[in-house]
C-alpha cells in the first residue's frame, strides 16, 4: 500500500515535511427567543453533540443554556426617575458548553502506533535520530507505540453563570457590570503528576480535572460638553480569579508543592528574604544547601527561605510563591477630546496581580559567557552598596541558578504594568477652505504608541511570558500624517457609473425597508393629532420618506439621472459631473432656481419635504392633548422630528454649501422667499438641536421601533 503522506516516508533526503488529517462532529441546535415589548427578554438554547474523539458509547453530549433580561427603565412606574436613571436593564444567564479537545490526538480510545519523531537531545530523543530503520537497503520510518487507549473518556464540560445590570445615567453615564463564574469539570488531562516517568508508558487522556473561575467585568462611559468642546472618557476592568479543585497529584506530595486550590499557571521554587550581609548572618540562619550540600555560603548571597523549619534549606523548601503570569486584573482607559476642527483621543492599559519569572541571558550576568545586563551596574551586591535587590557579582550556582532550575524568588517579578499604549490629536481644515479644491475632508495628525510604560520587569516587556524574553518587544513609535478625502471626480465617476445604476436599481426595490418602517398612508394634518396611533404613523412614514429621499425618490430615479446625464441614461454623458457641478453652482450664485433642473429639484424637494414634516410634528405635538400623548412621549416625538430635520439640513448643507433654514410649518413654494443660510449656520444648527433634544431620546430601541432614532444618532450626526 502506499501512504500519501510525506511525513511517512523515510528520511533520506528529504527537506520538507506533510500530514492531513480528518475529523468530524455531529450537531443539533435549537434556540428559543422571547421579547415582550422590550421589557421581558428571554432566550433558550439546546444543543447535542457528538465527537469522533470519544469512543460510541461516550460520544454524545447534550448542553443547554437559558438568559432572561428585565428592561426596568420600560416600566411605568419607572417613568419618574428616566430623567436620572435613562436606561436599566438587568439580566442573567446560565448554561453548560462541552470541549472535546483532545491536544490533536485522533481516535484516543483506541491503542495505536505513531510515527517516530526526532526530538533532539533537548527533548529527551537522540539529536540525529530521525527513526529511520534499514533493511537491507530499504530504509523505514520507525513506530513507536502511542498512548494507552481509554475508552471511558467523554465530553470536558463547562458551567457558567452571570448576572449583569446595564445603566445610562443622567444622559452622560453608561454602565455595565457583570458578575461570572464558570466551573470546568471533568478536564481531559494525563496523571502526568501522579505518575512517576518510570512507568514507560504514555499515559492516556482522562476526566480527572475541575477548574473554578470567577470574577466582575465593568465598564464606565462618560460624555458631556462644556460650550463647544465635548469629550468623553470610558474605562473597562476586569478581575478573574481561578483555582484548581481537583487534579492528579501525587499522594506524597508536600502541602507546599500541591496545586490543588491554586492558581493555574502558578510559580513553584524556592523563597528568599533578600542577601546575606555578613558572616553573623550565614552563622544564625538555615544551612544553606540549594546548590548542593558542599556548598559555602558567602556574604552577598542569596538568604533561601526555611520553608519546612528543618534548618536545612534544599528541595524539600520549594514552596508556592504566588500567582503565574496571567493577569488576575485588567483595564484600560480611553477618552476623546474635541474643541472646533481639533481632536484628541487616546487610550492606557494596564494589568495586575502577575509576575514573570526570568532566567537565562536576559537577567543572569554572563549567562553562557555572556553580557552583563546594564541593571546590575547599579543593584548588585557589595560591601560598599549593601541594599540592593541581586548578589553579588560572581558566578555560582546558588545565586545565578540555570535554566532548568526551579523558580527563585529573587528573580519572579511583579509583571503590574500601566501603559500609555496610543494617543492622537488632529486637526479638519473648515470645509469652508476646501469647497473650490473639490476636497471633502482634509486632516492633519500626529500619534504615538506605546509611548511609555511603568512597570517594575527589567529588560523585556511585561507581557511577555517567556522566561527568556523569546519574543518580539513592544515598539515605540511616532507617526505624523494627512488624510485627504476628494469627491469622487469625473473619471471616478466614469468608472463606477454601471455600479451606481445597479445600487440604483437595488434601491428601487429595498428603500421602504431600509430602516424596517415603510411608509403609511397619509393622513390629513386635521386628523393626525388626535390620536396616538396616527401620529405614530405620521411619525413613521417621515422616516421612509427620508430613507427613498436620501436616494433621491428612487420611484423616478431613471427620469432624474436621465435628466443629469444628458438625456440618455442608459448612454450615459462624459460631462455628468460636469453638469451637476456647473447646476449647483449656477444654483448658489443665484443663475437659477431649484425649479429649473430636475436633478437639483429632486434633492431639494425630497429633503425639504421631510422638513415641512417635521415642522409639522415639532409645531403640533407640544399642543396635544395629555390624554393622547403623555408629557414623555410627546418631548420624544419632538425630538424624532428635530433628529429628522437636521438631518436634511446636514444633507442640503453638504450638497449646496447652503440653503434656508426653515424651522416653521409652510408649503414648499414658500421655501425659495426665504434667505438663504451660510454652510456655517446650518451645521451650527444641527449641533445646537443636537444639544438641546439627544438627551430626550432613548440611548436603544425595542425591536417593535427598529429603525428609529436614538440619542447615538443624534450625537453622531453632530460629530
Known sequence: DVMDQISAGNSTGQQLGGYDRESARLSYVGRINYNYGGRYLFEANIRRDASENFAPDKRWGTFASASIGWVVSEEKFFEPLKNKI???????SYGTLGNDNTGGVAFPYYSRFDLYASRGSHGGGLANNLGDYVFGELVTKGLVPGPIANALATWETSKKMNIAIDAGLFDMFNLSLDFFKETRSDILAQRGAEVPWSFGGEL?????????????????TFNHHIGKVRFSIGGNFTYARNKILEMAEAAGTSEYLRKTGRPIYSYYGYKTDGIFQNQQEIDAYAKQEVAGSDYVTRPGDIKYVNVNGDEVVNAGDMTYLGYGNVPEIVY?????????????????????????????GVVMPYFNDGN??????????????????????????HNFPNTDFPPVQTYLYD???FRLKNIEVGYNFPRKWLSNLRLENVRVY?????????????????????????????MKSFNAGISIQFYTDNIMKEIFKPLFILLAAISMTSCTDMLDIKPTTFVSDDLIWQDKKLIDQFVANTYGTLVCGFNRNTQGWDQDWAAAFG??????????????????NQFNTGQITAQSTPFIDEI???????????NLIIAAVPDTKDVVLTPTEKKYYEAEARFLRAFCYFDLARTFGRAPLITEAQQLEDNLLVPATDFEGLINFIATESDNYAEDLDPTVSDAMKGRATRGAFLALKA
Open 446 to 474: 500626529i500619534s504615538g504608541q506605546n509611548l511609555f510604560t511603568i512597570t517594575d520587569v527589567p529588560q523585556i516587556d511585561p507581557e511577555n511570558v517567556n522566561s527568556q524574553g523569546w519574543s518580539y518587544p513592544q
Open 332 to 360: 484600560g482607559i480611553n477618552g476623546s477630546l474635541a474643541w472646533k476642527n481639533f481632536d484628541l483621543s487616546f487610550l492606557f492599559q494596564g494589568a495586575a496581580h502577575a509576575q514573570v519569572y526570568l532566567n537565562g
Open 415 to 417: 509583571a503590574s504594568y
Open 86 to 92: 435613562n436606561f436599566l436593564k438587568i439580566r442573567g
Open 372 to 397: 552583563l545586563p546594564q541593571f546590575w551596574v547599579k543593584e548588585a551586591w557589595s560591601e560598599n552598596n549593601p541594599g540592593t535587590r541581586y548578589p553579588r557579582l560572581e558566578q555560582s550556582t
Open 604 to 614: 431639494w424637494k425630497s429633503n425639504y419635504s421631510i422638513i415641512r414634516k417635521c
Open 204 to 220: 492516556p487522556l482522562e476526566n480527572i480535572g475541575k477548574v473554578e473561575n470567577k470574577g466582575i467585568d465593568a465598564n464606565l
Open 567 to 584: 438625456g440618455n441614461f442608459d448612454a450615459g454623458a462624459d460631462d455628468f459631473d460636469g453638469k451637476f457641478d456647473a447646476n449647483v
